[in-house]
């Protein structure tokens, strides 16, 4: 049982290079997500989507990037990293019964950027 | 002022001492979850719910919809209970979650 997958586990970027954060999940799951953690704040949600073909922003979506062309794949692309987008980043999944915060999320492992 | 708040911030407690965790919300929602998040580690849904009271194993939450409060409580708690505890919400007619702050557990033997 893989569950939700996420890659690579810790990555360092020099301000302006971009990168792609990976999330894979076997579970099937409709609506999948990314958030970010910053120290003191609750976790923050960036992009997310219901289902293949659909994506929408969250709270704090600028400088990020997402697509879903596949029911179980969700990549997070930063397009030109800043020093504040230095976090640990989350990908979590659920079934979709209603609407999607009225389910169980599974989450990754997480994702730790820093941007020098 | 945040849209979910936890309280306390930061708990110690003794190994067997029953820890009560508070999240309060002003916002309409669809369930509320209860998430824990050990040091260093990923996160893990303990509860979700929409009314009432749910238990597993040590651990109960409860909900007053009225009131817009949930508590989540541990008994006989013990150092492995020690982690992030964190509330989160389904809002309303959305898809998206609110999250809290988080209640960092520390408990000794």
């Known amino acids: 049982n893989a569950g939700v997958t996420q890659t690579p586990k810790f990555q360092v970027l020099k301000t302006g290079q971009s990168m792609t954060l990976q999330c894979a999940q076997d579970?099937?799951?409709?609506?999948m997500s990314w958030y970010r953690q910053d120290p003191g704040m609750g976790l923050r949600l960036i992009h997310y989507?219901?289902?293949?073909?659909?994506?929408d922003q969250g709270e704090v979506p600028n400088g990020y990037n997402v697509s879903r062309s596949t029911t179980e794949d969700f990549p997070l692309r930063l397009l030109s990293a800043a020093p504040s987008q230095t976090s640990v980043y989350f990908c979590?999944?659920?079934?979709?019964?209603?609407?999607?915060?009225?389910?169980?999320?599974?989450f990754g492992a997480g994702s730790r950027l820093t941007v020098l | 002022k945040n849209e979910v708040e936890q309280s306390p911030q930061n708990l110690t407690a003794q190994e067997g001492e029953f820890i009560t965790i508070n999240c309060s919300y002003s916002?309409?929602?669809?369930?509320l979850h209860w998430l824990q998040q050990h040091p260093g580690g990923g996160i893990v849904s303990l509860f979700m719910?929409?009314?009432g009271k749910k238990k597993h194993g040590r651990l109960i939450a409860t909900i007053n919809i009225q009131e817009k409060h949930s508590s989540l409580h541990i008994t006989a708690s013990h150092p492995r209970d020690s982690a992030v505890y964190i509330c989160?919400?389904?809002?309303?007619?959305?898809?998206?979650?609110?999250f809290g702050t988080g209640t960092r557990l520390q408990v000794f033997p």
């Open positions: 979590a999944s659920s079934q979709v019964t209603g609407l999607a915060g009225a389910n169980v999320l599974t």
């Open positions: 579970m099937n799951h409709e609506y």
């Open positions: 989507s219901v289902g293949a073909g659909i994506t």
């Open positions: 916002v309409g929602i669809s369930a």
């Open positions: 719910l929409s009314s």
């Open positions: 989160a919400v389904g809002t309303y007619n959305t898809d998206k979650l609110i």
